[in-house]
């Protein structure tokens, strides 16, 4: 599937509507470049779970949690990793089979540890069609997304 936004607000509202779809155990795998939207996007995302927290990327820290919404969220970016074999020491495991919901910034970089029902989101700048354009792609298999 793929969805055309023309605003940081569809771009959010787009991850609210999946957000309050979810349950607990899904994976998402969310890539794009810097300044794609990522962050918009997850903040959607925590909204449709009902999460009343500030939410911010986790470049830094590599996992945010938030607690306070119908599910936990578990915010992942895996960019700065050295490679899967970094995820043992977060005990993804726990995350990833666990009562919340993961969303994986560059999750692409860890795929191999991604489980099957992982849902795979890419959002793509266009400048020809304008700065707030963004193509968000959205597939089950991470080589379509």
Same mark, same amino acid.
């Given at each position: 599937?793929?969805? !055309? %936004? *023309?605003?940081? !607000?569809? +771009?959010?509202?787009?991850?609210?509507?999946? $957000?309050? &779809?979810?349950?607990?155990?899904?994976?998402?795998?969310?890539?794009?470049?810097?300044?794609?939207?990522? +962050? #918009?996007?997850? &903040?959607?995302?925590? $909204?449709?779970?009902?999460?009343?927290? /500030?939410?911010? %990327? /986790?470049?830094?820290?590599?996992? &945010? !949690?938030?607690? %306070?919404?119908?599910? /936990?969220?578990?915010? *992942?970016? #895996? =960019?700065?990793?050295?490679?899967?074999?970094?995820?043992?020491?977060? $005990? =993804?495991?726990?995350?990833?089979?666990? !009562?919340? #919901?993961?969303?994986?910034?560059?999750?692409?970089?860890?795929?191999?540890?991604? /489980?099957?029902?992982?849902? =795979?989101?890419?959002?793509?700048?266009?400048?020809?069609?304008?700065?707030?354009?963004?193509?968000?792609?959205?597939?089950?298999? =991470?080589? +379509?997304?």
């Amino acid at each position: 599937m793929i969805i !055309e %936004s *023309f605003s940081p !607000e569809t +771009t959010y509202g787009l991850g609210k509507a999946i $957000g309050r &779809q979810l349950k607990p155990g899904d994976i998402i795998c969310l890539d794009g470049d810097l300044g794609a939207g990522k +962050t #918009v996007f997850t &903040q959607g995302i925590a $909204g449709g779970l009902e999460i009343d927290e /500030p939410v911010c %990327s /986790p470049t830094f820290t590599i996992i &945010q !949690e938030y607690e %306070s919404g119908r599910l /936990p969220l578990y915010h *992942f970016d #895996v =960019y700065r990793i050295s490679g899967p074999w970094d995820m043992d020491e977060l $005990g =993804y495991e726990e995350y990833f089979y666990g !009562e919340g #919901v993961c969303l994986i910034e560059w999750g692409k970089l860890i795929k191999e540890l991604l /489980p099957e029902n992982t849902v =795979y989101i890419t959002i793509e700048k266009d400048s020809n069609k304008g700065f707030d354009y963004r193509r968000i792609i959205c597939s089950r298999d =991470y080589e +379509t997304a």
